[in-house]
């Protein structure tokens, strides 16, 4: 059913490896009011459990979603998959293992009168996290710095949460949809979209109206704590590389994350450290993904060598 004073919005839920609450994601999904237009569930899992199977093809049968299997699993592509499927002209984008208030949906929508905004930050509620003081810093490391658990409204920010943001699906398309070069784990992707809608000039709101509970179920999902064990070495650092390469170079940040932040997250984790005569492939596996990342940006050398420099210096302004 579609409101005929509101854009049509969709929700799509990229899945991977969840089950039961998954099942609880859709249901609460298809119980807002107002609902939206359209469900998609971009299913990467390879096979569900039964239960979640029959659900999810009865819902699909029913109309009720659309489900989608999408191969092989690459959150980015998962997200394209969702923005060349929808038809509809605002979607929401949301994790498989939230828990949504009633009117969640019209929460987001309500800042699409505002013909200039792009995109949608939603405030993301972590259950083991306090709300963060708020402070200012270069727009460039809202992906860093700016608290998506925030409860103040801010205009012209350069970040959203992957597992809660709505886009205005013919503006994005514009700038190219999300990036499948991110590759490995599904890390700094969102943090890429967001900071390519803000150099194009396209508003993003954070809204902590719109506001959902991340519930970080352990099993399925892309964390890197499940990952890494599944990864070659070189894929646990590549999302971090890449985006630094991409958005942050060649300012002090990208020293920083190369030389120490990086260093420190990926040769230096834990399990190697614990085990040091892996440290050296480790440190072998990260010089090799900073020359496939460089060279895959030279290659599209659009992606830093020409952007805009009108807001590389730009800083924020909270409170709005």
């Known amino acids: 059913m579609q409101f005929h004073d509101r ?5 799509a839920i990229p899945t991977y490896n969840r089950e039961s609450v998954l099942v609880e994601t859709i249901r609460q999904v298809l119980v807002q009011n107002p609902p939206a237009d359209e469900v998609l569930v971009i299913d990467q899992t390879v096979g569900h459990e039964p239960q979640t199977e029959t659900f999810l093809f009865n819902e699909d049968k029913c109309g009720r979603i659309r489900w989608i299997k999408q191969g092989p699993p690459n959150l980015p592509a998962a997200r394209n998959r969702a923005l060349e499927e929808t038809n509809c002209e605002i979607l929401i984008f949301i994790d498989d293992d939230v828990e949504l208030p009633t009117g969640f949906v019209e929460k987001h929508l309500k800042n699409y009168s505002n013909p200039k905004v792009v995109s949608v930050a939603g405030r993301i509620v972590q259950p083991w996290k306090s709300v963060p003081t708020m402070k200012t810093w270069p727009r460039i490391m809202d992906h860093r710095f700016f608290p998506l658990d925030s409860i103040e409204r801010v205009e012209g920010v ?17 700038i190219g949809g999300y990036d499948n070069n991110y590759i490995g784990w599904a890390y700094r992707e969102d943090s890429d979209a967001s900071i390519r809608i ?36 070189w894929k646990v650092s590549f999302p971090a590389t890449y985006f ?29 450290v614990f085990r040091p005569w892996r440290l050296p492939w480790a440190l072998i596996s990260y010089g090799y993904s900073f020359l496939l990342a460089m060279r895959l940006c030279i290659n599209n050398s659009n992606h830093f060598f020409n952007e805009p420099h009108h807001k590389k210096h730009r800083t924020g302004q909270v409170g709005r």
């Open 7 to 11: 854009p049509s919005v969709c929700i």
């Open 158 to 174: 350069a970040s959203f949460g992957g597992g809660n943001h709505s886009i205005r699906v013919h503006e994005f398309k514009k």
């Open 244 to 272: 630094a390469i991409r958005h942050l170079f060649p300012t002090r940040w990208f020293w920083y994350d190369l030389l120490i932040g990086n260093v420190r997250r990926y040769i230096l984790r834990k399990d190697n």
């Open 198 to 233: 803000w150099k194009a000039d396209g508003m993003i709101v954070f809204d902590p109206d719109a506001c959902l509970i991340h519930l970080g179920v352990p099993s399925g999902g892309c964390r890197l704590e499940v990952n890494k064990k599944l990864l070659p070495e």
